[in-house]
C-alpha cells in the first residue's frame, strides 16, 4: 500500500471537528470519535452501473466484489481507528502510530485484490482487442501474392479514391482486401497511422459491435477502479497524523538501538 501522504492536523478543534468529518481528536479531551465514513467510489455499484444487465459479465462481477470487499475493510480500519482514539492509555503519538499500522494492515489486502481485478479487465481488454484487430488471412505462397499486389496498388491511388475502395472493401465483407490493410503499416497502403486506426475502428463496430461495446463498458469499470483506489488512499492518509506517527516509529527506533548498544 502506498504511503499515505502527510496530515496536518493532530488535536481537532471544535470548528475543525464541524468542517472536517472524522477530524482527528483525542479521547482525552472528553470527545467521542466519530467513525470516517468510506469514499463513495468505494463501492461495487460503481462497477455496475456500467454492465449490461442482459450480457452478464463475470469480470465486471468480480471487480465489483473487489470494491465491495475493499469498503468492508475501510469500514473496519474506521471502527479500529475509533477505538484506538479513545484508548486513553496510550500516549498521542503511539496513538496515530498504532492507528497507521491497523490502517493498513486492514485496507492493504484490499487495494491488492482492486489492483489484481482492474489488471485483469486491463488484459482482458487487450485479448478482445486483439481478436477483433483484424480479419483471419490464410498463409501461402498466392496469399503472399496477393498481399503484395494489393499493398501496391492501394498505396498508388489517390487517397479519396482508395478510401473508396476500402469503404466498398468493408461494406461489403471483403475481409481479404480489409485484413491485409489492417494486418500491415499503415504506409505499405498508402494510410496515415489516423486512417489506419479508423479503419479498424470501422472494421470492429462493423463485426463486432457486441464485443467493442463490451470493450467500453470494461475500460469504463476500470476508470471506476482507478478512481476507487485513489480515493481510499487519501481515505487511509485522513485516518490518522503522519507526523505524530512518524514521532512514536522514530522513538522506537531510538529504544531499540539504545537496548542493542546495552
Excluded: C
Aim: glycine share 6%; net charge positive.
Amino acid at each position: 500500500m502506498t504511503q499515505p501522504a502527510p496530515q496536518s492536523n493532530g488535536h481537532a478543534g471544535a470548528s475543525a471537528q464541524a468542517s472536517r468529518p472524522g477530524a482527528v481528536v483525542s479521547g482525552r479531551l472528553g470527545i467521542t470519535p466519530t467513525a470516517i465514513t468510506p469514499p463513495m467510489a468505494l463501492n461495487g455499484a460503481a462497477v455496475l452501473h456500467f454492465a449490461d444487465a442482459k450480457q452478464p459479465d463475470v469480470v465486471l462481477s468480480l471487480m465489483a466484489r473487489a470494491l465491495d470487499a475493499g469498503r468492508s475493510a475501510a469500514e473496519k480500519a474506521s471502527q479500529i481507528r475509533a477505538a484506538l482514539l479513545s484508548d486513553t492509555t496510550l500516549t498521542e503519538p503511539a496513538r496515530h502510530l498504532r492507528i497507521k499500522q491497523e490502517v493498513i494492515r486492514a485496507l492493504e489486502p484490499a487495494l491488492r485484490e482492486i489492483d489484481a481485478k482492474t489488471d485483469a479487465a486491463q488484459a482482458e481488454i487487450a485479448k478482445i482487442r486483439d481478436a477483433i484487430a483484424s480479419p483471419a488471412l490464410p498463409t501461402g505462397v498466392l496469399d503472399n501474392f496477393v498481399m503484395s499486389a494489393v499493398l501496391t496498388r492501394l498505396s498508388g491511388m489517390k487517397p479519396a479514391e482508395r478510401s473508396k475502395v476500402l469503404a466498398e472493401a468493408l461494406a461489403n465483407g471483403d475481409d481479404r482486401t480489409v485484413g491485409i490493410v489492417l494486418t500491415s503499416p499503415p504506409w505499405l497502403s498508402g494510410l496515415s497511422q489516423n486512417e489506419h486506426d479508423l479503419l479498424r475502428a470501422r472494421f470492429g463496430l462493423q463485426r463486432h459491435a457486441e464485443q467493442m461495446k463490451r470493450v467500453e463498458r470494461l475500460e469504463k469499470a476500470t476508470e471506476a477502479m482507478t478512481r476507487a483506489r485513489t480515493a481510499t488512499e487519501s481515505y487511509a492518509a485522513g485516518m490518522f497524523n503522519k507526523a505524530l506517527a512518524d514521532e512514536a516509529e522514530l522513538a522506537l527506533q531510538r529504544t531499540a538501538a539504545a537496548l542493542g548498544k546495552g
